[in-house]
């Protein structure tokens, strides 16, 4: 489905609101939503990569590899997508992905663990990748 640009804006616009506001189904448990409208100590963390790929192959190899070692962690994908413009700013970046864990320590405990660790060296051939970690 193709959608015009204005569309596309419209619509990041309120997931961003729906994500503020923990009421995106299926993105933010009810937990979660009660916890952020309260100030409750349920922190959820989500992991925000860009990405530039430099072989197709390698990349594939390494995307088919990271959901395996999500699983431990309570790591969930919840988004990849291609860049269809930048609306502010510079970004060279032409993908991304974001992942949600259940807390900050998930997500530092699954970057360090040893079976992501093993997937570096598949993933600096692979792409050049920014990740960066937040907390809500």
Known sequence: MKMSRRGLMKLGAA???????GKINGLVSSK????????GADKSAWVIGHIKVKDNDKWGEYRSKVPE???QW???VLF??????????????????????????????????AAYQALIPIREQAA???LVSFES
Not at 15 to 21: N, Q, R
Not at 32 to 39: I, L
Not at 83 to 110: M, N, Q, T
Request: glycine fraction near 16%; charged fraction near 15%; include cysteine.
């Open 80 to 113: 990849r997508g291609h860049r269809v413009g930048v609306l502010s700013g510079e970004h060279s970046y032409l993908d991304c992905v974001v992942i949600r864990f259940p807390d900050a320590k998930s997500a530092a405990g699954w970057y360090n663990s």
């Open 32 to 39: 979660e939503a009660q916890a952020t409208q309260t100030g």
């Open 128 to 130: 050049d990748i920014v």
């Open 15 to 21: 997931m961003g609101a729906g994500l503020a506001a």
């Open 69 to 71: 070692t999500l699983v």
């Open 74 to 76: 309570g790591g969930e």
